[in-house]
Nanobody
Framework: VQLVESGGGLAQPGGSLRLSCTAS????????LSWARQVPGKGYEWVSA????????EYADSVKGRFTISRDNAKNMVYLQMDSLKPEDTALYFC?????????WGQGTQVTVSS
């Protein structure tokens, strides 16, 4: 199982970034996928989850209305569109296999929101 994130970088407050995660080594279309983030000294925070066929989606209250999760089962990819970014969104973002508990996750992509 491999999950590889990309798309992180530096954004200004109010800006946008789109994260991507490419999955391999398992039957992607039967698993829920999640995004989570880690802030140094603050532990992990679950951000969002999407069901295998995208009919169930959940967001943490901290990102609701600003972030959008989606997936493309034909491409084995999951995305996180992040709009209206805030400095407190600065973190290392991971994609993970599972809904709110995970058995595999990637190395992460750094998102920094700063002016």
């Amino acid at each position: 199982v491999q999950l590889v994130e990309s798309g992180g970088g530096l954004a200004q407050p109010g800006g946008s970034l789109r994260l991507s995660c490419t999955a391999s080594g398992f039957t992607f279309s039967v698993y829920a996928l999640s995004w989570a983030r880690q802030v140094p000294g603050k532990g992990y925070e679950w951000v969002s989850a999407i069901s295998p066929d995208s009919d169930e989606i959940e967001y943490a209250d901290s990102v609701k209305g600003r972030f959008t999760i989606s997936r493309d089962n034909a491409k084995n990819m999951v995305y996180l569109q992040m709009d209206s970014l805030k400095p407190e969104d600065t973190a290392l973002y991971f994609c993970a296999r599972g809904w709110r508990t995970y058995d595999y996750w990637g190395q992460g992509t750094q998102v920094t929101v700063s002016s």
